[in-house]
């Protein structure tokens, strides 16, 4: 009986130090499938949607949100270069599964959807353009329990804290880079 008490303690132990569920609930966020028909998970973003090529926005498609989710949004970072901000969309509808190649101007976005700055201080996407070497660029839809309140002067900063305790599901697709 000690024997088989000690192998359960064992077991439960390797369980929580391998990352296994816990029984307490804990905050964490549901995962989203995010994906691109231009690449893969961390393959080659193609020239085209970069500063080399004809510099368009990435198509993405991603599956159903949480159904409390009240909106969504998008950060493409490049975290090689300080995470550098390629593309922030918020308020996007929940309805929307997909986004595609070469969105046009921030006032088209879908449904009230908004643009926020990026590094170069544009409401829009802009493409990856690391000046040596071979860059990562991380892109993450969240799916959030309400409307941003932002503007399109917000960056990044704000866009994080403004979303700080609302993100109830979250996907991440990521890609590479090199001129």
Known sequence: MKIRYLALCLLAALLVSCGAPSASPTPAAARL?????AFGEAQAIPAVYTCRGQNI???LAWDAPPPAA???????????????VHWLLFNLPVSARSL????PAQARYPDGAQAGLNSWGKNAY?????????HHYVITLYA??????LTEQAGA???LKAIEGHVL????LSGTYQK
């Open 144 to 149: 959030l329990d309400q409307t941003l309140a």
């Open 100 to 103: 595609p190649e070469a969105l």
């Open 70 to 84: 009240k909106s969504l949004a998008l950060l493409m970072l490049d975290p090689d270069a300080n995470n550098f």
């Open 33 to 37: 499938a995010l994906t691109s028909p």
């Open 169 to 172: 599901a979250e996907g991440q």
């Open 57 to 59: 926005s990435l198509p």
């Open 157 to 159: 900063a704000d866009f």
């Open 126 to 134: 802009g493409g990856p353009c690391p000046p040596t070497g071979v």
